[in-house]
Protein backbone atom coordinates (compact mmCIF):
# COMPACT_ATOMS: atom_id res chain seq x y z
CA UNK A 1 0.00 0.00 0.00
CA UNK A 2 1.56 3.48 -1.26
CA UNK A 3 2.18 6.37 1.61
CA UNK A 4 0.02 8.66 1.65
CA UNK A 5 1.73 11.90 0.12
CA UNK A 6 2.42 15.18 2.54
CA UNK A 7 0.41 18.22 2.36
CA UNK A 8 2.65 20.78 0.37
CA UNK A 9 5.26 22.90 2.82
CA UNK A 10 5.81 19.46 4.84
CA UNK A 11 7.23 21.61 7.41
CA UNK A 12 4.46 23.23 8.53
CA UNK A 13 1.92 20.35 8.66
CA UNK A 14 1.71 18.47 12.00
CA UNK A 15 4.15 16.12 12.64
CA UNK A 16 2.74 12.59 12.71
CA UNK A 17 4.64 10.48 15.55
CA UNK A 18 3.99 7.06 16.74
CA UNK A 19 4.69 6.23 20.00
CA UNK A 20 5.43 2.53 20.76
CA UNK A 21 5.54 0.81 24.22
CA UNK A 22 4.70 -1.73 26.52
CA UNK A 23 3.33 0.07 29.49
CA UNK A 24 0.79 3.17 29.72
CA UNK A 25 -0.46 4.01 32.39
CA UNK A 26 -3.17 3.98 33.80
CA UNK A 27 -4.01 1.09 31.28
CA UNK A 28 -0.72 -1.08 32.61
CA UNK A 29 2.22 -0.04 34.84
CA UNK A 30 5.25 -1.83 36.20
CA UNK A 31 7.32 1.92 36.59
CA UNK A 32 8.14 5.23 35.01
CA UNK A 33 8.00 4.59 31.65
CA UNK A 34 4.01 4.25 32.11
CA UNK A 35 3.58 7.64 33.47
CA UNK A 36 6.26 8.81 30.51
CA UNK A 37 4.27 6.82 27.65
CA UNK A 38 0.77 8.38 28.96
CA UNK A 39 1.90 11.88 29.35
CA UNK A 40 4.44 13.15 26.91
CA UNK A 41 2.36 12.01 23.72
CA UNK A 42 -0.52 13.77 25.43
CA UNK A 43 2.03 17.47 25.78
CA UNK A 44 3.41 16.69 22.50
CA UNK A 45 -0.73 16.51 21.36
CA UNK A 46 -1.25 19.55 23.51
CA UNK A 47 1.48 21.07 21.36
CA UNK A 48 -0.10 20.47 17.64
CA UNK A 49 1.13 17.17 16.88
CA UNK A 50 -0.64 14.32 15.90
CA UNK A 51 0.96 11.87 18.19
CA UNK A 52 -0.78 7.82 18.48
CA UNK A 53 0.36 4.96 20.37
CA UNK A 54 0.79 1.57 19.85
CA UNK A 55 0.74 -0.93 22.72
CA UNK A 56 0.23 -4.32 23.19
CA UNK A 57 -3.43 -6.03 23.72
CA UNK A 58 -2.95 -7.30 27.49
CA UNK A 59 -6.21 -7.40 28.77
CA UNK A 60 -6.23 -4.16 30.62
CA UNK A 61 -5.51 -2.69 27.66
CA UNK A 62 -8.46 -4.24 25.60
CA UNK A 63 -10.55 -3.12 28.74
CA UNK A 64 -9.32 0.38 28.93
CA UNK A 65 -9.10 1.59 25.62
CA UNK A 66 -12.33 3.33 24.55
CA UNK A 67 -14.44 2.81 21.34
CA UNK A 68 -12.12 0.34 20.12
CA UNK A 69 -12.32 -1.07 16.66
CA UNK A 70 -10.79 -3.24 14.44
CA UNK A 71 -8.69 -1.26 11.34
CA UNK A 72 -6.98 -4.49 10.08
CA UNK A 73 -6.97 -8.45 10.42
CA UNK A 74 -3.48 -9.30 10.16
CA UNK A 75 -4.18 -13.38 10.28
CA UNK A 76 -1.68 -15.41 11.80
CA UNK A 77 2.10 -14.54 12.55
CA UNK A 78 4.83 -14.33 15.14
CA UNK A 79 3.38 -18.05 16.99
CA UNK A 80 -0.07 -16.46 16.91
CA UNK A 81 -3.53 -17.61 15.30
CA UNK A 82 -5.57 -14.61 14.66
CA UNK A 83 -4.05 -11.08 15.37
CA UNK A 84 -5.77 -7.79 14.56
CA UNK A 85 -4.83 -4.29 14.97
CA UNK A 86 -7.60 -2.18 16.80
CA UNK A 87 -7.75 1.55 16.89
CA UNK A 88 -9.63 3.44 20.02
CA UNK A 89 -8.49 6.34 22.60
CA UNK A 90 -7.31 6.64 25.83
CA UNK A 91 -9.17 6.78 28.78
CA UNK A 92 -8.66 10.39 29.88
CA UNK A 93 -6.38 12.29 27.37
CA UNK A 94 -8.51 10.88 24.26
CA UNK A 95 -5.40 10.32 22.66
CA UNK A 96 -5.44 7.82 19.54
CA UNK A 97 -4.15 4.53 20.65
CA UNK A 98 -3.26 1.41 18.17
CA UNK A 99 -3.72 -1.89 20.12
CA UNK A 100 -2.44 -5.08 18.56
CA UNK A 101 -5.10 -8.15 19.32
CA UNK A 102 -3.43 -11.14 19.61
CA UNK A 103 -4.91 -13.45 21.75
CA UNK A 104 -2.51 -15.91 22.23
CA UNK A 105 0.40 -13.89 22.85
CA UNK A 106 -0.89 -10.88 25.26
CA UNK A 107 -4.15 -12.28 26.49
CA UNK A 108 -2.86 -13.03 30.13
CA UNK A 109 -3.27 -11.47 33.20
CA UNK A 110 -0.73 -9.75 35.53
CA UNK A 111 2.63 -8.80 34.98
CA UNK A 112 3.24 -7.61 31.43
CA UNK A 113 6.74 -9.44 31.90
CA UNK A 114 6.69 -11.89 33.83
CA UNK A 115 4.76 -15.05 34.39
CA UNK A 116 3.14 -15.72 37.82
CA UNK A 117 5.94 -17.67 39.25
CA UNK A 118 8.42 -14.49 38.60
CA UNK A 119 9.83 -15.90 35.37
CA UNK A 120 10.25 -14.38 32.16
CA UNK A 121 7.12 -15.15 29.91
CA UNK A 122 8.43 -17.89 27.77
CA UNK A 123 7.57 -15.98 24.40
CA UNK A 124 8.77 -12.92 25.37
CA UNK A 125 10.45 -12.45 22.11
CA UNK A 126 7.35 -13.21 19.78
CA UNK A 127 5.03 -11.01 21.77
CA UNK A 128 7.50 -8.12 21.47
CA UNK A 129 8.73 -9.35 17.96
CA UNK A 130 4.89 -9.11 17.11
CA UNK A 131 4.98 -5.32 18.56
CA UNK A 132 8.06 -3.83 16.44
CA UNK A 133 6.52 -5.22 13.28
CA UNK A 134 3.48 -4.21 13.49
CA UNK A 135 4.72 -0.46 14.49
CA UNK A 136 6.72 -0.15 11.02
CA UNK A 137 3.93 -0.96 9.29
CA UNK A 138 1.22 0.97 10.59
CA UNK A 139 4.03 3.95 10.54
CA UNK A 140 4.25 3.09 6.34
CA UNK A 141 0.46 2.81 6.41
CA UNK A 142 0.02 -0.46 5.47
CA UNK A 143 -2.37 -1.33 8.12
CA UNK A 144 -4.14 1.37 8.57
CA UNK A 145 -4.64 3.65 5.31
CA UNK A 146 -5.85 6.50 6.58
CA UNK A 147 -2.58 6.77 8.56
CA UNK A 148 0.96 6.89 8.40
CA UNK A 149 3.83 8.46 10.95
CA UNK A 150 6.87 10.18 10.37
CA UNK A 151 8.49 9.25 13.40
CA UNK A 152 8.15 5.64 15.06
CA UNK A 153 9.40 6.72 18.91
CA UNK A 154 10.18 3.43 20.25
CA UNK A 155 10.74 3.23 24.38
CA UNK A 156 12.87 0.42 25.81
CA UNK A 157 14.01 -2.69 24.61
CA UNK A 158 9.92 -3.86 24.77
CA UNK A 159 9.42 -2.00 21.64
CA UNK A 160 13.25 -1.70 19.78
CA UNK A 161 12.68 -4.33 17.47
CA UNK A 162 10.34 -1.45 15.69
CA UNK A 163 13.45 0.32 14.44
CA UNK A 164 15.10 -2.38 12.68
CA UNK A 165 12.02 -3.45 10.98
CA UNK A 166 11.45 1.04 10.48
CA UNK A 167 15.10 0.58 8.22
CA UNK A 168 13.81 -2.40 6.70
CA UNK A 169 11.01 -1.00 5.70
CA UNK A 170 10.78 -0.98 1.52
CA UNK A 171 8.51 2.61 1.36
CA UNK A 172 11.60 4.41 3.61
CA UNK A 173 10.29 7.74 4.49
CA UNK A 174 9.75 7.30 8.10
CA UNK A 175 12.39 8.03 10.88
CA UNK A 176 12.61 6.28 14.32
CA UNK A 177 13.96 7.54 17.82
CA UNK A 178 14.48 4.81 20.31
CA UNK A 179 14.56 5.80 23.72
CA UNK A 180 16.31 4.48 27.01
CA UNK A 181 14.23 4.16 30.15
CA UNK A 182 16.91 1.36 31.66
CA UNK A 183 19.78 0.05 30.13
CA UNK A 184 19.57 -2.78 32.80
CA UNK A 185 16.44 -4.14 31.22
CA UNK A 186 18.40 -5.00 27.44
CA UNK A 187 15.92 -7.76 26.07
CA UNK A 188 18.19 -11.06 25.95
CA UNK A 189 17.69 -13.90 24.20
CA UNK A 190 18.58 -16.84 22.94
CA UNK A 191 20.29 -16.42 19.58
CA UNK A 192 19.44 -19.32 17.71
CA UNK A 193 15.74 -18.06 18.09
CA UNK A 194 16.44 -15.27 15.83
CA UNK A 195 14.19 -16.79 12.94
CA UNK A 196 11.34 -15.92 15.38
CA UNK A 197 12.03 -11.94 14.67
CA UNK A 198 11.27 -11.74 11.14
CA UNK A 199 14.55 -9.74 10.68
CA UNK A 200 16.98 -10.79 7.50
CA UNK A 201 20.13 -13.32 8.98
CA UNK A 202 22.36 -9.83 7.92
CA UNK A 203 21.09 -8.13 11.14
CA UNK A 204 22.22 -11.10 13.36
CA UNK A 205 26.09 -9.70 13.83
CA UNK A 206 27.59 -7.38 16.20
CA UNK A 207 26.69 -4.74 14.17
CA UNK A 208 23.54 -5.46 14.29
CA UNK A 209 21.54 -7.27 17.68
CA UNK A 210 23.83 -9.80 18.16
CA UNK A 211 25.82 -9.64 21.54
CA UNK A 212 28.21 -11.85 22.93
CA UNK A 213 26.48 -14.87 21.36
CA UNK A 214 22.31 -13.76 22.36
CA UNK A 215 20.24 -12.02 21.18
CA UNK A 216 19.51 -8.15 22.73
CA UNK A 217 16.83 -6.69 21.47
CA UNK A 218 17.83 -2.83 22.87
CA UNK A 219 20.37 -3.13 20.07
CA UNK A 220 18.07 -2.90 17.25
CA UNK A 221 17.07 0.87 18.93
CA UNK A 222 21.05 1.37 19.29
CA UNK A 223 22.02 0.55 16.45
CA UNK A 224 19.26 1.16 13.95
CA UNK A 225 17.24 4.54 15.41
CA UNK A 226 18.25 7.41 13.68
CA UNK A 227 18.45 9.09 16.74
CA UNK A 228 18.59 7.41 20.18
CA UNK A 229 17.53 9.53 23.66
CA UNK A 230 17.49 8.67 27.54
CA UNK A 231 15.41 10.30 29.69
CA UNK A 232 18.22 12.39 31.27
CA UNK A 233 21.65 14.80 30.46
CA UNK A 234 23.22 12.89 33.04
CA UNK A 235 22.18 9.17 32.06
CA UNK A 236 22.94 9.99 28.69
CA UNK A 237 26.73 10.74 29.63
CA UNK A 238 26.82 7.87 32.08
CA UNK A 239 25.63 5.07 29.87
CA UNK A 240 28.80 5.42 27.91
CA UNK A 241 30.68 4.37 30.51
CA UNK A 242 30.97 0.77 31.88
CA UNK A 243 29.81 1.43 35.13
CA UNK A 244 26.74 2.45 33.96
CA UNK A 245 26.07 1.07 30.17
CA UNK A 246 25.80 -2.77 31.40
CA UNK A 247 28.05 -3.66 28.46
CA UNK A 248 26.30 -1.49 25.91
CA UNK A 249 28.63 1.45 26.42
CA UNK A 250 30.45 0.95 23.03
CA UNK A 251 27.41 0.53 21.36
CA UNK A 252 26.15 4.09 22.93
CA UNK A 253 30.09 6.00 22.21
CA UNK A 254 29.93 4.84 18.55
CA UNK A 255 26.74 6.79 18.29
CA UNK A 256 28.78 9.85 19.61
CA UNK A 257 26.23 12.77 19.41
CA UNK A 258 23.02 11.03 18.15
CA UNK A 259 22.77 10.01 21.64
CA UNK A 260 21.11 12.75 24.01
CA UNK A 261 19.07 13.14 26.73
CA UNK A 262 16.12 14.72 27.26
CA UNK A 263 14.97 15.18 31.10
CA UNK A 264 11.74 13.88 31.94
CA UNK A 265 8.40 15.92 33.05
CA UNK A 266 5.58 15.26 35.40
CA UNK A 267 1.91 14.62 34.94
CA UNK A 268 1.60 17.94 36.22
CA UNK A 269 -2.41 17.26 36.74
CA UNK A 270 -2.15 13.70 38.30
CA UNK A 271 0.34 14.97 40.81
CA UNK A 272 -0.77 18.19 41.82
CA UNK A 273 -1.51 18.14 45.72
CA UNK A 274 -3.94 21.52 45.05
CA UNK A 275 -6.58 19.04 43.18
CA UNK A 276 -5.54 15.31 44.22
CA UNK A 277 -7.97 13.13 44.99
CA UNK A 278 -6.13 10.94 46.96
CA UNK A 279 -5.60 13.35 49.91
CA UNK A 280 -7.21 13.85 53.05
CA UNK A 281 -6.58 17.63 52.56
CA UNK A 282 -5.27 19.23 49.63
CA UNK A 283 -2.82 22.53 49.62
CA UNK A 284 -0.57 24.27 47.99
CA UNK A 285 2.70 26.68 47.45
CA UNK A 286 0.39 29.33 49.49
CA UNK A 287 -1.57 27.31 51.57
CA UNK A 288 0.76 24.85 52.93
CA UNK A 289 -2.11 23.49 56.34
CA UNK A 290 -3.46 20.80 54.32
CA UNK A 291 0.15 19.36 54.12
CA UNK A 292 0.38 19.36 57.96
CA UNK A 293 -3.27 17.58 58.24
CA UNK A 294 -1.59 15.31 55.57
CA UNK A 295 1.32 14.19 57.62
CA UNK A 296 -1.38 13.88 60.84
CA UNK A 297 -3.24 11.31 58.84
CA UNK A 298 -0.48 9.76 57.11
CA UNK A 299 1.34 9.11 61.09
CA UNK A 300 -2.47 8.15 62.05
CA UNK A 301 -2.63 5.70 58.78
CA UNK A 302 1.19 3.83 59.45
CA UNK A 303 0.29 3.55 63.46
CA UNK A 304 3.48 6.36 63.59
CA UNK A 305 3.62 8.13 67.08
CA UNK A 306 2.59 12.19 66.42
CA UNK A 307 5.79 13.45 66.47
CA UNK A 308 6.64 16.83 64.84
CA UNK A 309 10.23 16.53 65.65
CA UNK A 310 10.59 13.11 63.75
CA UNK A 311 11.11 13.55 60.49
CA UNK A 312 8.60 11.23 58.03
CA UNK A 313 10.92 9.78 54.99
CA UNK A 314 8.74 8.06 52.62
CA UNK A 315 9.98 5.42 49.42
CA UNK A 316 7.82 4.90 46.87
CA UNK A 317 10.24 2.02 44.92
CA UNK A 318 9.95 -1.08 42.67
CA UNK A 319 11.59 -3.16 45.01
CA UNK A 320 14.92 -3.95 43.03
CA UNK A 321 19.01 -3.84 43.00
CA UNK A 322 19.08 -0.67 41.30
CA UNK A 323 16.86 1.28 44.00
CA UNK A 324 19.59 0.96 46.67
CA UNK A 325 17.60 -0.57 49.14
CA UNK A 326 19.94 -2.07 50.60
CA UNK A 327 21.27 0.74 51.99
CA UNK A 328 18.46 1.78 53.86
CA UNK A 329 18.32 -1.40 55.38
CA UNK A 330 21.71 -1.38 56.52
CA UNK A 331 21.05 2.16 57.54
CA UNK A 332 18.09 1.33 59.93
CA UNK A 333 19.04 1.64 63.35
CA UNK A 334 21.17 4.51 63.03
CA UNK A 335 18.60 6.34 60.96
CA UNK A 336 15.97 5.32 63.68
CA UNK A 337 18.18 6.62 66.63
CA UNK A 338 18.45 9.82 64.82
CA UNK A 339 14.33 10.60 64.81
CA UNK A 340 12.99 9.17 61.62
CA UNK A 341 9.80 7.40 61.00
CA UNK A 342 10.44 5.53 57.78
CA UNK A 343 7.32 4.61 55.41
CA UNK A 344 8.05 2.48 52.57
CA UNK A 345 5.52 0.87 49.91
CA UNK A 346 7.27 -1.21 47.23
CA UNK A 347 7.20 -4.28 45.57
CA UNK A 348 9.50 -6.69 43.28
CA UNK A 349 12.59 -8.58 44.68
CA UNK A 350 11.29 -11.52 47.20
CA UNK A 351 14.28 -10.80 49.35
CA UNK A 352 14.03 -7.29 49.95
CA UNK A 353 10.59 -7.36 50.19
CA UNK A 354 10.88 -9.94 53.18
CA UNK A 355 13.62 -7.79 54.76
CA UNK A 356 11.46 -4.90 54.68
CA UNK A 357 9.01 -6.92 56.27
CA UNK A 358 11.47 -7.85 58.72
CA UNK A 359 12.06 -4.75 59.69
CA UNK A 360 8.77 -3.23 60.24
CA UNK A 361 8.11 -6.10 62.80
CA UNK A 362 11.33 -5.09 64.15
CA UNK A 363 10.66 -1.48 64.75
CA UNK A 364 6.54 -1.04 64.60
CA UNK A 365 5.38 2.75 65.31
CA UNK A 366 8.91 3.48 63.59
CA UNK A 367 8.87 1.87 60.34
CA UNK A 368 6.10 0.69 58.20
CA UNK A 369 6.32 -0.98 55.05
CA UNK A 370 3.73 -2.41 52.81
CA UNK A 371 4.78 -4.60 50.40
CA UNK A 372 2.29 -3.94 47.04
CA UNK A 373 1.36 -0.99 44.47
CA UNK A 374 -1.02 1.57 45.45
CA UNK A 375 -1.62 4.80 42.96
CA UNK A 376 -3.50 6.46 45.86
CA UNK A 377 -1.52 5.15 48.49
CA UNK A 378 1.44 6.61 46.61
CA UNK A 379 0.02 10.03 47.13
CA UNK A 380 -0.33 9.64 50.67
CA UNK A 381 2.89 9.14 51.30
CA UNK A 382 4.13 11.41 48.67
CA UNK A 383 1.90 14.28 50.43
CA UNK A 384 2.18 12.90 53.88
CA UNK A 385 5.61 12.57 54.10
CA UNK A 386 8.17 15.78 55.16
CA UNK A 387 10.96 13.99 53.30
CA UNK A 388 11.22 11.26 50.24
CA UNK A 389 14.26 9.26 49.95
CA UNK A 390 15.73 7.58 46.47
CA UNK A 391 19.45 6.29 46.96
CA UNK A 392 19.29 4.84 43.71
CA UNK A 393 22.98 2.88 42.73
CA UNK A 394 21.81 4.14 38.98
CA UNK A 395 18.47 6.54 38.05
CA UNK A 396 18.09 7.13 34.22
CA UNK A 397 15.38 9.54 35.52
CA UNK A 398 13.62 8.97 38.38
CA UNK A 399 10.07 10.62 38.98
CA UNK A 400 9.20 10.01 42.59
CA UNK A 401 11.98 12.78 43.45
CA UNK A 402 9.91 14.84 41.24
CA UNK A 403 6.63 13.72 42.79
CA UNK A 404 8.20 15.03 45.90
CA UNK A 405 9.34 18.22 45.24
CA UNK A 406 5.88 18.98 43.69
CA UNK A 407 4.31 18.21 47.11
CA UNK A 408 7.03 19.66 48.98
CA UNK A 409 8.03 16.54 50.16
CA UNK A 410 12.25 17.31 49.87
CA UNK A 411 14.17 14.57 48.41
CA UNK A 412 17.36 12.72 49.76
CA UNK A 413 18.74 11.44 46.76
CA UNK A 414 21.97 9.96 45.69
CA UNK A 415 23.60 11.96 43.38
CA UNK A 416 23.19 9.89 39.75
CA UNK A 417 21.89 10.07 36.69
CA UNK A 418 18.28 12.41 36.39
CA UNK A 419 18.23 12.84 40.44
CA UNK A 420 21.51 14.75 39.90
CA UNK A 421 19.68 16.92 37.07
CA UNK A 422 16.85 17.66 39.39
CA UNK A 423 17.99 17.81 43.05
CA UNK A 424 20.07 20.27 44.20
CA UNK A 425 21.70 20.15 47.60
CA UNK A 426 20.05 22.46 50.50
CA UNK A 427 23.70 23.93 50.66
CA UNK A 428 23.86 25.23 47.45
CA UNK A 429 21.48 28.62 46.95
CA UNK A 430 19.68 26.57 44.35
CA UNK A 431 18.65 24.03 46.68
CA UNK A 432 15.61 21.93 47.21
CA UNK A 433 16.80 18.83 48.46
CA UNK A 434 19.22 17.02 50.12
CA UNK A 435 22.10 15.35 47.54
CA UNK A 436 24.79 12.37 48.93
CA UNK A 437 27.48 10.86 46.31
CA UNK A 438 29.00 7.53 47.63
CA UNK A 439 26.45 4.51 47.41
CA UNK A 440 27.06 3.62 51.54
CA UNK A 441 24.86 3.77 54.58
CA UNK A 442 27.08 6.21 55.98
CA UNK A 443 26.37 8.59 53.07
CA UNK A 444 22.68 8.11 53.15
CA UNK A 445 22.52 8.49 56.90
CA UNK A 446 24.35 11.85 57.36
CA UNK A 447 21.84 13.28 54.29
CA UNK A 448 19.00 12.25 55.91
CA UNK A 449 20.59 13.79 59.23
CA UNK A 450 21.04 17.09 57.57
CA UNK A 451 17.46 17.05 56.53
CA UNK A 452 16.09 15.99 59.73
CA UNK A 453 18.43 18.74 61.76
CA UNK A 454 17.32 21.28 59.41
CA UNK A 455 13.85 20.75 59.50
CA UNK A 456 14.02 20.62 63.35
CA UNK A 457 16.06 23.65 64.04
CA UNK A 458 15.27 25.78 61.39
CA UNK A 459 11.74 25.82 60.26
CA UNK A 460 12.03 28.84 58.18
CA UNK A 461 14.65 27.45 55.91
CA UNK A 462 13.29 24.13 55.75
CA UNK A 463 10.00 26.35 54.24
CA UNK A 464 11.93 28.32 51.78
CA UNK A 465 13.65 24.81 50.62
CA UNK A 466 10.00 23.76 50.57
CA UNK A 467 8.73 26.86 48.63
CA UNK A 468 11.27 26.40 45.84
CA UNK A 469 10.87 22.51 45.29
CA UNK A 470 7.48 23.74 44.58
CA UNK A 471 8.31 26.23 42.52
CA UNK A 472 10.16 24.36 39.75
CA UNK A 473 9.02 23.54 36.54
CA UNK A 474 8.55 20.12 36.41
CA UNK A 475 5.77 19.14 33.63
CA UNK A 476 6.49 18.07 30.84
CA UNK A 477 6.07 21.09 28.27
CA UNK A 478 9.67 21.65 27.41
CA UNK A 479 10.54 17.74 26.88
CA UNK A 480 7.38 17.70 24.58
CA UNK A 481 8.86 20.61 22.62
CA UNK A 482 12.28 19.09 22.65
CA UNK A 483 11.31 15.66 20.90
CA UNK A 484 8.92 17.55 18.77
CA UNK A 485 12.07 19.55 17.93
CA UNK A 486 13.82 16.07 17.12
CA UNK A 487 10.99 14.80 15.23
CA UNK A 488 10.98 17.93 12.92
CA UNK A 489 14.78 17.86 12.19
CA UNK A 490 14.73 14.14 11.33
CA UNK A 491 11.51 14.45 9.10
CA UNK A 492 13.43 17.19 7.23
CA UNK A 493 15.97 15.20 6.83
CA UNK A 494 16.78 13.63 3.24
CA UNK A 495 17.26 10.24 2.88
CA UNK A 496 20.08 8.34 3.20
P1 LIG B 1 11.23 3.20 37.82
O1 LIG B 1 10.58 3.43 36.53
O2 LIG B 1 12.67 2.84 37.72
O3 LIG B 1 10.49 2.23 38.68
P2 LIG B 1 10.48 5.96 38.44
O4 LIG B 1 10.78 6.79 39.62
O5 LIG B 1 10.73 6.54 37.11
O6 LIG B 1 11.25 4.58 38.64
O7 LIG B 1 8.95 5.59 38.39
C1 LIG B 1 8.33 4.79 39.34
C2 LIG B 1 6.84 5.01 39.22
O8 LIG B 1 6.17 3.89 39.78
C3 LIG B 1 6.35 6.23 39.97
O9 LIG B 1 5.17 6.70 39.34
C4 LIG B 1 6.02 5.64 41.34
O10 LIG B 1 5.12 6.42 42.04
C5 LIG B 1 5.46 4.30 40.93
N1 LIG B 1 5.57 3.24 41.92
C6 LIG B 1 6.64 2.43 42.15
N2 LIG B 1 6.35 1.53 43.09
C7 LIG B 1 5.07 1.77 43.45
C8 LIG B 1 4.18 1.16 44.38
N3 LIG B 1 4.55 0.13 45.12
N4 LIG B 1 2.92 1.65 44.47
C9 LIG B 1 2.54 2.71 43.72
N5 LIG B 1 3.34 3.31 42.82
C10 LIG B 1 4.57 2.85 42.70
C1 LIG C 1 12.94 3.76 34.05
C2 LIG C 1 13.98 4.32 35.00
C3 LIG C 1 13.55 5.58 35.69
C4 LIG C 1 12.82 6.52 34.75
C5 LIG C 1 11.68 5.79 34.07
C6 LIG C 1 10.91 6.68 33.10
O1 LIG C 1 12.20 2.74 34.53
O2 LIG C 1 14.42 3.37 35.94
O3 LIG C 1 14.68 6.23 36.23
O4 LIG C 1 12.32 7.62 35.46
O5 LIG C 1 12.17 4.71 33.35
O6 LIG C 1 11.74 7.21 32.10
Redesign the pocket.
Known amino acids: MARPAGSPGGGSRPLRALHVAAEVFPLVKT???A??VAALPAAQARQGADVRLLLPGYPSVLEGVRDARSVIDIGSCFGALRVRLLRGRMPGTDLPAYVVDAPYLYRRAGNPYLAPNGEEWPDNLQRFALLGWVAAHLAAADADPRWHADIVHAH?WHAALACAHVADHPAGGVRSIF?I??MAFQGLFPLHDWPLLGLASRHMSPAGLEFHGQLCLMKAGLQYADRVTT?SPT?AREIATPEFGFGLEGAVRARGDDVTGIL?GIDAEVWNPATDAALPSRYDAARMGGKRACRLALQRELGFEHDDGALVLAIVSRLSS?KGLDLVLQALPRLLEGGVQLAVQGSGDPVLEAALRAAAQAHPGRVHVHVGYDEDRAHRLLAGADAIAVP?RF?????TQMYGLRYGTLPVVRRV??LADTVQDAALPEGNGFVFDAATPQALCEAVERARALRATDPPSWAVLQQRAMAADLDWTGAASRYLELYRTLRERPPG
Do not use: A, M, R, W
Open positions: GGLDVDTHNVYNQSEPCGLGG
